[in-house]
């Protein structure tokens, strides 16, 4: 099963994958419509993406009266029907992330589909600090990095 | 998603069709909202779809006998075939595409992919670079809601539009004027070689610009006539003299819309003075101006440097020749003519055929000189001497990886600065000619009317030098070229009609020819190369619509066997009944990119004799894989002028939905034609049929 992978340390900020993600997916025309959200310091220079992160055990699904927020056993990935919603915003408090946002102009729940499988962020961030990997790949760079500090010491003995 | 009709909706939303999604403004926003068009970016690029999974190249073993390979040809695996078959439909270029895919060899695809993904800022113009108070983005989701002048979306885009088209003009008009100089220079006998050919058109041209017709000599003719041009691009007139030349319900529409041109170099300056911070926001305003600025171009700088290139070189008569890569030749020494002024390549192929340089040739080994155009130049010197073109825009560096190319001899306009690194892994020599147009890693060598004789035969020596440098093992032409005909000036298809437009406008009023469609501008990597273009030109034959082409849309149409009398098998009953009877073929090649104001001039001719404007007529433009900014300056003016014209690639303006609506929909409230953006071919042929109709019925025919 796919998921998303954010490596904050190659993030560079420059918001190309909101961009996207309100084209995609903005009912509206209004690009306050992105699901992910880019937090830039720029005394640091330090940008860090955030976004549904699809838990298995999610609070805003536990929390929800309606059922409009579910899980999608097929989909793998937690589901808003806008239908089901009474916008009583219980999930945007459950959420520990922050990641439901109610927008009131546009009357939804701003949260993360995937784009159905192909997320538009991940395709458009020029940095891959956005991942759609396997689920069992998705440390794989982390953890050959941290296996790779053994090479050397490990072949001079 | 699908189309969205266009009535129903309110003013204030945006419909693209096909692949787009109907926006609509909130009714209860209270602060400016960005309407973003949705762009699928992923759409116009089956290379990024193909490159998703970064496939390896692999030799694959071969079990049992193994196959006879030669040197240059290691075996392809077929995710490089799919990958070539991906990018280009012309099957010659695919193979040399392989090749240099194999080779490691890098062309302008290749640098498509590493950009990408682009900057969506860039691609939905809402990126402001232009003073120092930026570089500014807007992107509400971080409250930029305007840039530090204060410039919001609709103004930003509305700028960097109109820097498009200007520039676009700009090429053109340059490329004018320098005909136009040239001229001067045959009048005070100092041009080297170059002469008046066709007198006829210089004396109707004097007595279009009220020149004194008591002048007998030529020389103070040309000379007469040369200064009253160049008053062409100042800021004296109040109109430029082609407007003359507009029908007049067509001129009342500009007047109206107050868009009228004046002078050539005079609206690209005012243009460029509105770029400039702080000098308006009202973008109507602002890309009115870029519609007087384009038609400054195509009534104006084009419309000169067609009807003077056909003074100094000879209008075009239809001329049969050759296309595609194949057209080099193993045994002759290859020059390739690329660029856009026919100026350097006329004088190239005056002494080309001279005994010393032939002489010099065989001395080398070569059976001959060969020379092939690329691109516009490649269009001019085939259009007028029938030169062989060896392909389009995105034919060049391919054309150098055929390993037997001795010479890349360039002027100026869509020559890819990329061409020495070509170059370098063969033997060619990239050679400009243009003080303006110089490239590191190239050879210069500044050509002037003076001594341009002089220059051409330097440039002929070092290209004949070149060839005893070619390496065998790096040769390699892809195929065989085929036949095409050009060479279809106004004048060319009155001759054909027999002196007067009355068949072509009966057929039109009976219905034996629906109408006609203009399929021009360039080739875009985000686009299978060609693809779009024939497939378009096919579809519209087949339902008697008659095609005229220019630029990389002709030489496109050319390689896929359209611009033959055989080709009128393609076409519905009526047109192929047509075309039989003349012995023409079903698509006409009409010219370069300057050579569509011969369109202009076809369409105001059979305007006056309906004595109805241009918008009326059953006439749509096409520019199905445009990539220039002159492509959007050529739009421009054809839009001004009356007809609507369809895009393949958007523009970069999504992120105004103010400007996408001006130039969709509101206006054609000013000049009766507008834009769609459909990048579907097939779609885009479908909605021009149905414009056809609407202008058919429209006139009651």
Same mark, same amino acid.
């Given at each position: 099963?796919? /998921?998303?992978?954010?490596?904050?340390?190659?993030?560079?900020?420059?918001?190309?994958?909101?961009?996207?993600?309100?084209?995609?997916?903005?009912?509206?025309? $209004?690009?306050?419509?992105?699901?992910?959200?880019?937090?830039?310091?720029?005394? $640091?220079?330090?940008?860090?993406?955030? !976004?549904?992160?699809?838990?298995?055990?999610?609070?805003?699904?536990?929390?929800? +009266?309606?059922?409009?927020?579910?899980?999608?056993?097929?989909?793998?990935?937690?589901?808003?029907?806008?239908?089901?919603?009474?916008?009583?915003?219980?999930?945007?408090?459950?959420? +520990?992330?922050?990641?439901?946002?109610?927008?009131?102009?546009?009357?939804?729940?701003?949260?993360?589909?995937?784009?159905?499988?192909?997320?538009?962020?991940?395709?458009?961030?020029?940095?891959?600090?956005?991942?759609?990997?396997?689920?069992?790949?998705?440390? =794989?760079?982390?953890?050959? @990095?941290?296996?790779?500090?053994?090479?050397?010491?490990?072949?001079?003995? | 998603?699908?189309?969205?009709?266009?009535?129903?909706?309110?003013?204030?939303?945006?419909?693209?069709?096909?692949?787009?999604?109907?926006?609509?403004?909130?009714?209860?926003?209270? %602060?400016?909202?960005?309407?973003?068009?949705?762009?699928?970016?992923?759409?116009?690029?089956?290379?990024? &779809?193909?490159?998703?999974?970064?496939?390896?190249?692999?030799?694959?073993?071969?079990?049992?006998?193994?196959?006879?390979?030669?040197?240059?040809?290691?075996?392809?695996?077929?995710?490089?075939?799919?990958?070539?078959?991906?990018?280009?439909?012309?099957?010659?270029?695919?193979?040399?595409?392989?090749?240099? /895919?194999?080779?490691?060899?890098?062309?302008?695809?290749?640098?498509?992919?590493?950009?990408?993904?682009?900057?969506?800022?860039?691609?939905?113009?809402?990126?402001?670079?232009?003073?120092?108070?930026?570089?500014?983005?807007?992107?509400?989701?971080?409250?930029?809601?305007?840039?530090?002048?204060?410039?919001?979306?609709?103004?930003?885009?509305?700028?960097?539009?109109?820097?498009? *088209?200007?520039?676009?003009?700009?090429?053109?008009?340059?490329?004018?004027?320098?005909?136009?100089?040239?001229?001067?220079?045959?009048? %005070?006998?100092?041009?080297?070689?170059?002469?008046?050919?066709?007198?006829?058109?210089?004396?109707?041209?004097?007595?279009?610009?009220?020149?004194?017709? @008591?002048?007998?000599?030529?020389?103070?003719?040309?000379?007469? !006539?040369?200064?009253?041009? =160049?008053?062409?691009?100042?800021?004296?007139?109040?109109?430029?003299?082609?407007?003359?030349?507009?029908?007049?319900?067509?001129?009342?529409?500009?007047?109206?819309?107050?868009?009228?041109?004046?002078?050539?170099?005079?609206?690209?300056?005012?243009? &460029?003075?509105? *770029?400039?911070?702080?000098?308006?926001?009202?973008?109507?305003?602002?890309?009115?101006? #870029?519609?007087?600025?384009?038609?400054?171009?195509?009534?104006?700088?084009?419309?000169?440097?067609?009807?003077?290139?056909?003074?100094?070189?000879?209008?075009?008569?239809?001329?049969?020749?050759?296309?595609?890569?194949?057209?080099?030749?193993?045994?002759?020494?290859?020059?390739?003519?690329? #660029?856009?002024?026919?100026?350097?390549?006329?004088?190239?192929?005056?002494?080309?055929?001279?005994?010393?340089?032939?002489?010099?040739?065989?001395?080398?080994?070569?059976?001959?000189?060969?020379?092939?155009?690329?691109?516009?130049?490649?269009?001019?010197?085939? &259009?007028?001497?029938?030169?062989?073109?060896?392909?389009?825009?995105?034919?060049? %560096?391919?054309?150098?990886?055929?390993?037997?190319?001795?010479?890349?001899?360039?002027?100026?306009?869509?020559?890819?600065?990329?061409?020495?690194?070509?170059?370098?892994?063969?033997?060619?020599?990239?050679?400009?000619?243009?003080?303006?147009?110089?490239?590191?890693?190239?050879?210069?060598?500044?050509?002037?009317?003076?001594?341009?004789?002089?220059?051409?035969?330097?440039?002929?020596?070092?290209? *004949?030098?070149?060839? $005893?440098?070619?390496?065998?093992?790096?040769?390699?032409?892809?195929?065989?070229?085929?036949?095409?005909?050009?060479?279809?000036?106004?004048?060319?298809? =009155?001759?054909?009609?027999?002196?007067?437009?009355?068949?072509?406008?009966?057929?039109?009023?009976?219905?034996?020819?629906?109408? *006609?469609?203009?399929?021009?501008?360039?080739?875009? +990597?985000?686009?299978?190369?060609?693809?779009?273009? !024939?497939?378009?030109?096919?579809?519209?034959?087949?339902?008697?619509?008659?095609?005229?082409?220019?630029?990389?849309?002709?030489?496109?149409?050319?390689?896929?066997?359209?611009?033959?009398? %055989?080709?009128?098998?393609?076409?519905?009953?009526?047109?192929?009944?047509?075309?039989?009877?003349? #012995?023409?073929?079903?698509?006409?090649?009409?010219?370069?990119?300057?050579?569509?104001?011969?369109?202009?001039?076809?369409?105001?001719?059979?305007?006056?004799?309906?004595?109805?404007?241009?918008?009326?007529?059953? !006439?749509?433009?096409?520019?199905?894989?445009?990539?220039?900014?002159?492509?959007?300056?050529?739009?421009?003016?054809?839009?001004?002028?009356?007809?609507?014209?369809?895009?393949?690639?958007?523009?970069?303006?999504?992120?105004?939905?103010?400007?996408?609506?001006?130039?969709?929909?509101?206006?054609?409230?000013?000049?009766?034609?507008?834009?769609?953006?459909?990048?579907?071919?097939?779609?885009?042929?479908?909605?021009?049929?149905?414009?056809?109709?609407?202008?058919?019925?429209?006139?009651?025919?």
């Amino acid at each position: 099963m796919k /998921m998303m992978m954010i490596h904050p340390n190659r993030c560079i900020g420059c918001q190309n994958c909101e961009l996207a993600c309100s084209i995609a997916k903005g009912t509206d025309s $209004s690009l306050g419509s992105s699901r992910i959200h880019i937090f830039t310091w720029a005394d $640091s220079g330090v940008s860090v993406p955030t !976004v549904c992160q699809q838990c298995g055990d999610a609070p805003c699904v536990t929390v929800c +009266p309606t059922g409009a927020m579910h899980q999608d056993p097929n989909a793998g990935y937690v589901v808003w029907d806008s239908d089901r919603c009474i916008r009583c915003k219980m999930c945007t408090q459950a959420c +520990p992330f922050g990641d439901a946002v109610y927008s009131a102009r546009q009357d939804v729940i701003l949260k993360c589909d995937t784009c159905q499988g192909d997320p538009q962020c991940v395709k458009n961030c020029p940095e891959h600090a956005l991942e759609w990997v396997e689920d069992r790949q998705s440390t =794989l760079s982390r953890r050959y @990095s941290y296996a790779e500090r053994f090479k050397e010491p490990l072949e001079e003995l | 998603m699908g189309t969205v009709a266009l009535t129903g909706l309110n003013g204030n939303d945006i419909v693209i069709t096909h692949q787009c999604r109907v926006f609509k403004r909130p009714a209860d926003a209270t %602060e400016r909202t960005v309407n973003i068009v949705k762009y699928d970016i992923t759409h116009n690029s089956p290379t990024v &779809m193909s490159m998703a999974k970064k496939t390896e190249l692999k030799l694959v073993e071969q079990k049992g006998k193994p196959k006879e390979i030669p040197p240059q040809y290691p075996i392809k695996t077929s995710s490089i075939q799919k990958q070539a078959e991906a990018r280009t439909a012309d099957t010659l270029a695919q193979k040399c595409l392989e090749n240099c /895919m194999l080779n490691g060899i890098q062309t302008a695809w290749d640098r498509l992919d590493l950009q990408k993904p682009q900057c969506l800022y860039g691609l939905n113009g809402i990126c402001c670079v232009r003073c120092t108070m930026g570089p500014c983005k807007i992107n509400p989701e971080h409250d930029q809601t305007r840039g530090v002048c204060g410039a919001d979306a609709d103004l930003i885009v509305a700028r960097n539009l109109l820097d498009a *088209i200007v520039t676009g003009a700009a090429a053109h008009s340059d490329h004018g004027r320098e005909i136009v100089e040239t001229l001067l220079k045959i009048g %005070e006998g100092k041009a080297q070689g170059y002469a008046i050919t066709d007198a006829k058109k210089l004396q109707s041209l004097a007595h279009e610009f009220g020149i004194d017709a @008591s002048i007998k000599d030529e020389k103070e003719i040309a000379r007469t !006539v040369g200064d009253a041009v =160049l008053e062409e691009f100042g800021s004296r007139k109040e109109e430029l003299k082609f407007v003359r030349r507009v029908p007049p319900k067509t001129l009342a529409l500009w007047k109206e819309a107050g868009i009228i041109p004046r002078g050539v170099d005079r609206e690209i300056v005012e243009a &460029m003075h509105r *770029i400039h911070m702080g000098v308006g926001a009202d973008y109507t305003n602002i890309l009115l101006h #870029g519609l007087r600025t384009s038609l400054a171009d195509g009534w104006g700088g084009s419309m000169i440097a067609t009807e003077f290139s056909d003074i100094l070189f000879g209008t075009p008569a239809i001329v049969k020749s050759q296309v595609n890569l194949g057209v080099v030749k193993e045994d002759q020494v290859n020059i390739s003519l690329h #660029g856009h002024n026919p100026l350097l390549s006329e004088a190239v192929i005056r002494v080309a055929g001279e005994p010393e340089l032939q002489e010099y040739a065989r001395k080398t080994g070569a059976k001959g000189i060969n020379l092939v155009g690329l691109c516009c130049s490649g269009n001019e010197i085939l &259009m007028r001497q029938g030169v062989p073109i060896a392909g389009n825009l995105l034919n060049q %560096e391919l054309l150098i990886a055929t390993g037997v190319l001795d010479a890349m001899v360039v002027d100026y306009q869509c020559v890819f600065p990329s061409l020495p690194q070509t170059a370098a892994c063969y033997h060619t020599k990239v050679i400009t000619t243009s003080p303006k147009s110089i490239i590191p890693g190239s050879y210069h060598i500044t050509f002037q009317p003076e001594n341009a004789e002089d220059v051409a035969r330097t440039i002929i020596r070092a290209a *004949i030098d070149n060839y $005893s440098r070619r390496d065998p093992a790096k040769v390699f032409i892809p195929g065989d070229p085929v036949t095409l005909y050009a060479g279809f000036s106004a004048e060319a298809i =009155l001759n054909a009609l027999g002196g007067t437009l009355d068949p072509l406008i009966d057929a039109i009023k009976k219905g034996t020819i629906r109408g *006609i469609v203009g399929i021009v501008g360039c080739n875009n +990597p985000k686009l299978r190369q060609d693809h779009s273009h !024939v497939i378009l030109a096919k579809k519209l034959i087949a339902k008697d619509v008659l095609c005229v082409e220019t630029g990389c849309a002709a030489i496109a149409s050319g390689k896929a066997g359209l611009l033959t009398p %055989e080709a009128a098998d393609m076409a519905g009953g009526n047109l192929k009944a047509v075309c039989k009877a003349l #012995g023409m073929p079903p698509v006409l090649h009409v010219g370069s990119c300057v050579d569509n104001s011969r369109i202009l001039l076809i369409c105001a001719a059979i305007a006056n004799t309906l004595n109805v404007g241009i918008h009326q007529l059953p !006439v749509v433009g096409a520019a199905p894989e445009y990539y220039s900014q002159k492509a959007l300056a050529i739009g421009s003016y054809f839009v001004a002028s009356g007809v609507t014209t369809v895009l393949g690639p958007m523009p970069n303006i999504g992120g105004s939905a103010g400007v996408v609506n001006l130039l969709t929909k509101d206006l054609s409230k000013a000049v009766h034609a507008s834009f769609l953006v459909e990048p579907d071919p097939e779609k885009a042929a479908d909605r021009i049929l149905e414009i056809i109709e609407e202008k058919r019925a429209g006139l009651g025919i």
